[in-house]
C-alpha cells in the first residue's frame, strides 16, 4: 500500500515510538543472554578475588562466590558445556510436550476446534466466546496470533457484527492472556522447568519448598482463563466495537490488496516462544466446519473424554502405581510426575483419531512427519536454549543467584517490604519489561534466576511467584511495537481501515491491558489472601 496519511502526532504516539527506539535497541535473545552470561563471568570473579562470602539458609558455613575466569571456573565451564545445554530442565518437558501438541495441530484438531466454537456461538455471547477462545488459545503456541483473529472477524461479519471488533478482540485475549489456560500446555513445562533450574541455589529452598511440575498453577491458570475470557468478552462487547462503530471504521473491505493475507498469511512468527522469521502458508480461513471436519471434531472429542475416563479410573484403583507410598497423590506421587505423559497421550491420540477421520493423517506413518514438523517450529528455542542453559548453571555454580538472593531479601526486610506489597511491585517490573522482552522463556529465565529465591528466602512458594510472573509477563505485550505480530495484525486491520498505524492499534488495544492486568492482580490477591492451593499440593507459603 501506497498512500500517504498525514496525522497529528499525539503524546500517546510519542510516548510508544519511544518505546519501540529503546526497544530496538536491545539485542535478540541469544545475544542478550551472551552477554548477561560474559557479565556474569566477568562480575563472579571480581567477587571470586575479593573473597566475598554469602550465607546460604540451610548451610552451615558461609559459601564462596566462584569465580569463571579461574582455574576452577574454566575447568568447570570446559568439563560441563554439554551437561549445561543438555540438562536445561525445560528440554525434557517441552520438547515432548511439543510433539504432541504438534500431532493435534498439525491434523487440523485444534483449529477445527476453534472454528467450532466460535462459528456456533450466538451473537450476543459471540465475543464472549472470542474471548474464551484467545485466552485458551495460546494451547496452540504462537499460531493463535495469526489463526484466531481472523476467524473471529468472520464469526462476527458473519453474525452482523463489526468484523473489526472479532479481529481486534481475538488478537488481544490471546496476547493478554497468553500465560493463561484451562488445559496444560508447553508453556507451563517451560515455565516449570526454569524455575525448578534455580531453586537449589538456596538449599533451605531446595529442602523446604514443593517442586514445581506443569500443573503447578493449574487451579489459579483455570480462574485466570474463564474470569479473563468473560473481561476480554466485556471489553469486546462494551468497549471495543461501540469505538469502531462511533469511529466510522467501515464493516466490508476497503482495501484489496490485503485481502490474500486472510487466507495465505506471510509473516514474522515466535517460533518456539522466541522470534525467527519464517513463512508460513496457513489454510483457508473459513468459520464454517465441512460435515467430515464435523465428524472428526466429534470423534476426536469422544477419543479425549475416554481417555480423561480410562486414566481417572486408573488413578482412583486401590493398588495403583500413580499413588504415592501412602495411598495418596498429594504433596507427591507418580502421578504428579506423570503430567508430561498424560498430556502427550490426550494430544496426540486425540489429534491422531482427528486426522484419520477428517483425512488430513493418512496413517501412522504421518505421526513421525507431524512430530517432525512440530521440532522444527522450535528450532530456534533449541538453539536458545544452549545460551539460556549456560547463563542459568553460572549463576547457580558460581554463587551470585545465592548473593543476590540472601541480600535482596535482608534489604527488603529491614525496609520492612515483606508480604504481598513486595509481589505488587515485582508484577509491575515483569509488566514494565514486558515491552522490551517479548520472549516469555527468556524473560523467565532472568526473573526466575533472581526473584524465585530472594522471595522463596522470604517464604513464598516458587510455584507462586511463578504465577505472579504469568500476571506481569502476558497483558502489556498487546501494546508493544516491539510484538512482531502486531505487524500482521496491522496489516489484517488495514483491509478495512487503510489509514490505520500502530498508535491506532495500540489505542485500541489499550482497553484491554489495563482490565486485564487488574482483573488479574485480584485473582492472585484472592489466592494468597484465602490462602487457596495454586496448583495440586501447592500452596502460597513455604510449609503453610
Known sequence: MNSTVTTKTTRGDRFLAGVERVGNKLPEPFALFTILFLITAVVSTAMAWAHVVVQVPGKDEPVAIQGLFTGEGIAWFTTTLGENYIGFPPLVTVATILLAIGIAEKSGFLAAAIRFTIGSAPRWMLPYTVGFVGVVGSIMADSAFVVIPPLAALAFRAAGRHPVAGLLGGFAAAGAGYSTNIFPTSLDALFAGITNAVIPTVPALAEHATEVNPLSNYYFNVVSAIVLSLVAGWVIDRVLEPRIARAGVSTEEVNPETTQLMTDTRAIRIVGDEQTVAESQEPDV???LTPQERRALVW??????????????????????WRNEAGHFLPKSPLLSSIV???????????????????TVRGFKDVPVMMGAALRDMISFLVLAFVLGQFIALFNWSGIGSWIAVTGATGLENAGVTGFPVIIGFILLCSLLNLFIISGSSMWTLMAAVFVPMFGILGFEPAFIQAAFRVGDSAT???????PYMVVL??????YEPAAGLGTLMARMLPFVVPFWVVWVVILVVFYVLNLPLGPGVGIMIGA
Open 341 to 359: 505423559f498424560i498430556i502427550f497421550v490426550f494430544f496426540s491420540v486425540s489429534g491422531y483419531v482427528y486426522g484419520r477421520v477428517a483425512g
Open 490 to 495: 496491522l496489516t489484517m486491520l488495514r483491509k
Open 477 to 483: 505485550q498487546v501494546m508493544t511495537p516491539l510484538n
Open 300 to 321: 476426536a472429542g469422544a477419543t479425549f473424554v475416554l481417555i480423561g475416563v480410562v486414566l481417572t479410573v486408573f488413578a482412583l484403583l486401590p493398588n495403583s502405581p
Open 286 to 288: 473459513e468459520a464454517a
